[in-house]
């Protein structure tokens, strides 16, 4: 936990369809209620620039996009949403939500991609400069369950968000490269993560994560 500075800063990862992002707004929501100031945001796409740039990344046309070119735009979003958007909001004594983080990165392209976890430590220092997660939520589910999931919110999908589905479309192993790379990077830093069965319904998880959240309340200043 940061004694160093105010706010509180904390992200949500998870395999795709996982329900992070409905039980980050629902987190958003009751604080909100009650009476905390609540910065929510995303990653890719947390800022105006963030939104340009989550566009070529999840494009479906955008096959060739070289492994590496995909690493620097992900941490080109993320040094553009820390710059603009989270350290200003922690600054000010805010609690600021994350939808994904540099967790995803190690879990997509250091572990998915194979481009090795030292390359994203690396890009991480120069983008994040130095500031990690308080607290990272890793909402669990099977590979299975969340791919069935996030197929069928693709189907559903129209308008700007069409076709973006760059990241859904890779092999099953990919995404079990990724689910078990999540598991081993909460198990390494057990003190920030709080894992939680993602399996059970909205409201069950949603407890879940409130319980596990609101002792952290005493942090924000
Ligand atoms: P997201 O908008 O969270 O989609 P979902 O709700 O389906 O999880 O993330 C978009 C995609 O981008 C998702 O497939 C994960 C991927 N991603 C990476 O590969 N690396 C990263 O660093 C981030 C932030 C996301």
Known sequence: MSTTRPGLFVTFEGIDGSGKTTQLRLLAQRLGELGHEVVVSCEPGGTAIGK????????ANNQELAPTA????????????????????????KIVLVDRFTDSTLAYQAAGRGLGEEVVL?????????????VTFLI?????????????????TVGEEAGQTRMD??????????????ERLAARDAERF????????VEEVAAQVWAAFSPLLEHVR
Request: proline share 2%; net charge neutral.
């Open 122 to 134: 690396q890009l991480d220092r120069i983008a994040c400069r130095g500031l990690k997660p308080d």
């Open 70 to 93: 995909e690493l620097l735009l992900y941490f080109a979003a993320r040094a553009q949403n820390v710059e603009e958007l989270i350290l200003p909001s922690l600054d000010a004594g």
């Open 52 to 59: 340009q740039i989550r566009k070529i990344l999840l494009d």
């Open 194 to 201: 709080r894992r939680i069965d993602g399996r059970t319904s």
């Open 169 to 182: 479309e890779q092999t099953i192993e990919f995404h079990r490269r990724v689910a078990a790379a999540y």
């Open 140 to 156: 669990d589910i099977d590979v299975e369950t969340s791919l069935a999931r996030a197929r069928a919110r693709n189907e559903q």
